[in-house]
């Protein structure tokens, strides 16, 4: 069975850091894009972060793009997102989702991710 792993979450204050896990047990994520998306009380759910299965190609929301990084550890079939700078509207339960695909820079849209985490909660606040 594919299941994927959020860890990491907490209380931040703002401008601070965290970094969220997403580890896969049942399959290996070599061959697996993986988005990592949020979703706040009231809002719609969002697309952070893509990454292809080769890790050469990555997409960022205009929202977090220069404080978020998306990574992979092939060794840990694991995806990593760093998050600096933290603001409180950042504050969100975030979710790793996976798709197959069979190019190694493909990067499909956050629509397509039908593997999904659990989430952990990410609250920024002072």
């Known amino acids: 069975q594919l299941q994927l792993v959020e860890s990491g979450g907490g209380l931040v204050q703002p401008g601070g850091s965290l970094r969220l896990s997403c580890a896969a047990s049942g399959f290996t994520l070599d061959y697996y894009a993986i988005g990592w998306f949020r979703h706040a009380p009231g809002k719609e759910r969002e697309g952070v972060s893509r990454?292809?299965?080769?890790?050469?190609?990555?997409n960022y929301a205009d929202s977090v793009k220069g404080r978020f990084t998306i990574a992979r550890d092939r060794a840990k079939n694991t995806v990593y997102l760093q998050m600096n700078s933290l603001k409180p509207e950042d504050t969100a339960v975030y979710y790793c989702?996976?798709?197959?695909?069979?190019?190694?820079?493909?990067?499909?849209?956050?629509?397509?991710?039908?593997?999904w985490g659990q989430g952990t909660q990410v609250t920024v606040s002072s």
């Open positions: 990454i292809s299965s080769s890790g050469g190609n990555t």
């Open positions: 989702a996976a798709v197959r695909t069979f190019t190694v820079r493909a990067l499909p849209n956050y629509s397509e991710y039908n593997y």
